[in-house]
């Protein structure tokens, strides 16, 4: 079982992270932000990834340090968790729509951290979430996790909308990326030899 647990504690936020990437989908939450809950959730069903995330952090400023920390705790636990990547796809990809709004993501476990990240949002907040915040969640991500992610809403006028299929297309990528290749068994996908 590739799992990996990371504990991550600073003066604005202790996150703890759990997760399977050979699971069922199965996900617990205690973040106190739950549309970033539901996003995640998204993640763990479609990416077929277990995840159990607690986190406080100073919400009486604002969400910022815990979403980001989130991202950067959920890396670090990917990268750990994917060990030498030998045997791996290495490159996965999703176009998911959810009615008027489609959403892909290109992902690529190249060992080099990378975001390019085109959603425009239709407005800023869905509830009390911060929109703004998905694209520091994504950039905690894959600085820690050391992959590449490529994220495009190319249709949407409903924000709820655009970022849930950011992060189920997400999921899927993952799912795809982190898949055994049965004709790269025992091999790094990587002219390199390292990833």
Known sequence: MRSAQVIRNTLETNISIALNLDGSGQAVFATGLPFLEHMLDQVARHGMIDLNIQAKGDLHIDAHHTVEDIGITLGQA???????????????????????????????????????????????????????LVREFFQGFVNHALVTLHIDNLAGNNAHHQAETVFKAFGRALRMALEADPRMAGITPSTKGTL
Do not use: C, T, W
């Open 78 to 132: 990917f990268n750990q968790a994917m060990g030498d990547k030998k045997g791996l796809r290495r490159y996965g990809h999703a176009y998911i729509p959810l009615d008027e709004s489609l959403s892909r993501a290109v992902l690529d476990i190249s060992g080099r951290p990378g975001l390019v990240f085109n959603v425009g949002f239709v407005r800023s907040n869905v509830g009390d979430f911060d929109l703004e």
